[in-house]
């Protein structure tokens, strides 16, 4: 039996998709280890069930054709349906979505929702398409997609480059195939079509209460910097500074901008909207796109990509407090550095958790097809963050571990804890 392995590559030789896979399978390894898991279970963790690559086809608006690839990967469907976003990023490859599909099989165990993880990509850059040009490529994934998919057995969501739009051609395409209407095949959809109140806002709204759980005092006084001024980056900054804190940076591909008096991030949002990116901003300073995660704060957001902190950065990082509303934004050589130097992280699994929480609420009304108020949606939400938290932090200080370990040993453990139960077929 062979367990699937870090590369030895240096990282810096390694596509940032395998630079991912190798993180998620360093942190499952740790686990693994941790739990005194044997190899063949191991083994299986560390391998996806199922991964697709398609070539997806797509008629530009001159009358060309571009071929461009497309995965979706269910890593675990042990514990449930499989669960996971779909995103639009030319840097998507099948190792990416493979350690995104895997971090969703822990951050479903450890919240403890019934759901495996997957993950889906297209290897393209959204705001080079026209929108009927990214419908048809929506549509054309996910008819490729197809004998994957369903609300029993993998539902996706959004994620980078994608949004509720991007769900509705899915819903769309996917009824059509059937010739019914099926809400609950993706989650994150506009409340028209049976999305929950509370799911455009709910991996923000995960991130507050992540952090306000584990700053565990008000947020007067608390300086923040947010990397990544999309989906979940803004309304994690409009979240904290609705708890007290002062958003003092923000940045999106575009730049980013810094005041140390406190950014009004309701005018930042509107001024997103207004033109595109933060850049330009006229009540801040522009700031370096790096310096941003170097700066003197209490709280660091990043809430844009995988490996963001790295071994070259890691050691000018000044915030004590990081609460990753990204997936993998951390290396473990930067996760080792930080731990040592008593930075303490909110891991992605547990941090940006509260995505995935609605969407299952959103998946759990679909089914019965009855939908809740906002307020039992948020309190629902906020029940199982916190219960989680709570469970992470008293696990990081029984073992001495940091956060993210005890996140993976919770996590983890529970999906080799369904393997055992279930036993080996045939
Ligand atoms: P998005 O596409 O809405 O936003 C991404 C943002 O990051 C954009 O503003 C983009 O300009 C910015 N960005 C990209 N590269 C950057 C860089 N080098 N420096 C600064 N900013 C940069 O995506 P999203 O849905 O907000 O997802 C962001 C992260 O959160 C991803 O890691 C995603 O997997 C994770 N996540 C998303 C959800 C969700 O519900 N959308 C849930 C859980 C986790």
């Not at 709280?299 to 902190?309: I, N, S």
């Amino acid at each position: 039996m062979t367990v699937m392995v870090p590369s030895r590559t240096p990282a810096h030789s390694i596509t940032p998709g395998r630079q991912a896979l190798d993180s998620a399978l360093h942190q499952l390894a740790q686990a693994a280890e941790g739990l005194g898991l044997d190899e063949g279970l191991h083994a299986m963790l560390a391998t996806p069930r199922r991964s697709l690559t398609v070539s997806v086809p797509v008629r530009r608006e001159d009358g060309r054709m571009d071929v461009v690839q497309g995965y979706r990967v269910q890593h675990n469907i042990t514990r449930g349906p499989a669960k996971g976003g779909i995103r639009f990023h030319p840097g998507t490859d099948l190792d990416e979505v493979t350690a995104l599909a895997m971090w969703m099989t822990w951050k479903c165990a450890l919240v403890g929702i019934p759901y495996g993880g997957a993950k889906g990509g297209v290897a393209v850059d959204p705001g080079s398409l026209t929108t009927r040009e990214l419908e048809r490529l929506t549509r054309r994934y996910v008819n490729e997609i197809l004998p994957l998919i369903g609300p029993e057995k993998d539902i996706p969501a959004p994620d980078v480059g994608t949004d509720e739009q991007t769900m509705a051609w899915i819903m769309d395409t996917y009824s059509v195939n059937a010739g019914y209407s099926v809400p609950g095949v993706v989650t994150g959809k506009p409340t028209t079509l049976g999305g929950s109140l509370g799911r455009a806002g709910a991996t923000s709204r995960g991130v507050q209460i992540a952090t306000m759980a584990a700053l565990d005092r008000s947020g007067d006084g608390i300086t923040v910097a947010v990397q990544g001024f999309g989906k979940v980056g803004a309304l994690a900054a409009q979240y904290l500074a609705d708890a007290g804190c002062r958003v003092v940076a923000v940045s999106d591909v575009t730049g980013a901008i810094h005041s140390a008096a406190g950014l009004d991030v309701a005018a930042v949002r509107a001024w997103v909207a207004e033109t595109g990116g933060v850049r330009g901003y006229r009540e801040a300073d522009a700031l370096g796109l790096d310096e941003l995660l170097e700066l003197d704060v209490d709280v660091l957001v990043p809430a844009a990509l995988e490996g963001v902190l790295t071994a070259a950065n890691a050691p000018r990082v000044k915030a004590r407090l990081i609460v990753e509303g990204a997936n993998g934004p951390t290396t473990p050589e930067a996760d080792a550095i930080l731990a040592d130097a008593g930075t303490v992280i909110v891991p992605d699994i547990l941090a940006n958790a509260g995505g995935v929480i609605v969407s299952y609420l959103e998946w759990v009304q679909n089914m019965q097809a009855y939908s809740w108020s906002a307020g039992e949606v948020d309190v629902r939400l906020r029940d199982l963050m916190e219960g989680a938290f709570g469970e992470v932090k008293s696990l990081a200080a029984d073992r001495g571990v940091t956060l993210r370990d005890a996140a993976h040993l919770i996590g983890v453990g529970r999906v080799a804890d369904a393997h055992r139960m279930r036993g080996l077929y045939p």
